[in-house]
């Protein structure tokens, strides 16, 4: 038997987050994006397309042609969800290109967004590494749209890539 702590993540499919609430275990089943709209500052047709990073298949990838760069989700049916952690498995191949610095941010319009999460300096040790983050104010707003702002690789000349994003 082992003992289940706050903030542990459970594996089984699907990603749990555990937090303690009133002496209450709350879980938080990751992967809301299915059936949406996504777009993005670019990507790289026809294999490594912003689709990519929402098909659950961690050995795609979404690419662009810059080192910093943005992509969103918006939910299908103009749902909203309230995000309080995600993942981003890195690139299958440079790990220069992977993300360093970013915003996970939150809209209902699709114009006006609130930041919920900020990483600076973050690597991936090794390819198509997956990383749980959770979010330091995801508050009580539920969003319609989220975007990963990217102002930073690690050191790519012109290339930023991402195998999933999970919300």
């Known amino acids: 038997t082992s003992s289940i702590n706050e903030g542990d993540i459970v594996t089984g499919g699907k990603t749990i987050i555990l937090t303690m609430t009133d002496d209450v275990w709350i879980q938080y089943s990751a992967d809301l994006t299915a059936g949406g709209t996504v777009t993005s500052s670019g990507d790289n047709p026809p294999n490594e397309t912003d689709d990519n990073a929402f098909d659950g ?31 981003i498995t890195s690139g299958n191949d440079e790990p220069t290109r992977d993300p360093k610095d970013w915003t996970l941010q939150g809209s209902n319009n ?8 900020t990483v600076t300096t973050e690597s ?5 590494l997956r990383k749980v983050f959770v979010c330091d104010t995801p508050g009580s707003t539920a969003y319609e749209y989220f975007r990963l702002n990217v102002t930073a690789n690690n050191g790519a000349a012109g290339l930023l890539q991402l195998s999933e994003l999970e919300l």
């Open 57 to 87: 298949n961690y050995f795609s990838k979404w690419l662009v042609f810059t080192a910093t760069g943005w992509i969103q989700y918006r939910f299908a049916a103009s749902a909203t969800h309230l995000v309080i952690a995600y993942a």
């Open 110 to 117: 699709g114009t006006d967004w609130t930041t919920v999460d």
């Open 124 to 128: 991936f040790a090794s390819r198509n």
